[in-house]
């Protein structure tokens, strides 16, 4: 079965500092792929996603993602964080068949110090 | 268009009695998706449901949960006899179907049993 892992479960970073996290899936055929954020209180909204395509996804806010089919992984990068950018960030995978449910990570919490 | 609605946004049940969690997906999408999210836990999928079909319901309870997606009004969660390990937040996201496209996410319902 397919999963989803998020390596970090707490990231905290001060304002201006780069971000990265990971997410790995595990599924050996097609799969589109997305990047979604819960702000406290708030329910998830999209970030990103990948279809087909270049590899190098571009999303809302100044973030970004990198598909890289050979690691299986598809890890969230933003140059510069701002303390809005504190919380939840959900890496999630369906695969490309029939009756695919969507599977998402375990979710990483992201805390920037002002 | 509106977006996925769920209500009601906060319900609280005493333990024995039912909760009926709604969803009404976005205007001409199919699929609804059901994800329970406990406090630190990430999101964990519970059912996926088509118009009048049930496609992968691997991670409901096996007992005391059931959903439906009618032809005809929105999709019901149900949880019967609550106790006090079923509050949390209960995510509905709906989709025009599977391959090249995203799901959209409700605000949510948070369940509180006391």
């Known amino acids: 079965a397919q999963s989803v892992s998020q390596h970090n479960h707490h990231v905290i970073l001060s304002e201006a500092a780069s971000l990265e996290l990971g997410c790995n899936y595990s599924y050996g055929g097609t799969v589109n792929l997305f990047w979604y954020v819960q702000y406290p209180g708030q329910h998830l909204q999209l970030l990103l996603k990948?279809?087909?395509?270049?590899?190098l996804v571009k999303g809302i806010k100044g973030f970004e993602a990198e598909f890289i089919k050979s690691k299986f992984s598809f890890n969230l990068r933003k140059p510069s964080v701002q303390w809005s950018d504190t919380a939840e960030y959900f890496c999630a995978v369906i695969t490309y068949s029939s009756a695919s449910k969507i599977i998402f990570g375990s979710g990483t919490r992201l805390s920037i110090r002002p | 268009n509106a977006g996925v609605m769920q209500n009601p946004r906060h319900l609280v049940r005493r333990r024995g009695q039912e909760a009926r969690l709604r969803c009404s997906p976005m205007k001409g999408h199919s699929h609804v998706y059901w994800y329970r999210q406990l406090p630190e836990e990430g999101l964990k999928f519970m059912v996926y449901?088509?118009?009048?079909?049930?496609?992968?319901e691997s991670g409901m309870p096996k007992e005391r949960f059931s959903a439906e997606f009618p032809k005809e009004g929105p999709s019901i969660l149900r949880i019967q006899q609550v106790v006090r390990g079923d509050s949390a937040a209960y995510f509905c996201?709906?989709?025009?179907?599977?391959?090249?496209?995203?799901?959209?996410f409700g605000q949510g319902t948070r369940l509180t049993v006391v």
């Open positions: 996201a709906s989709s025009q179907g599977t391959g090249d496209t995203e799901a959209f």
């Open positions: 990948y279809f087909s395509g270049d590899p």
């Open positions: 449901l088509q118009k009048e079909n049930i496609i992968d």
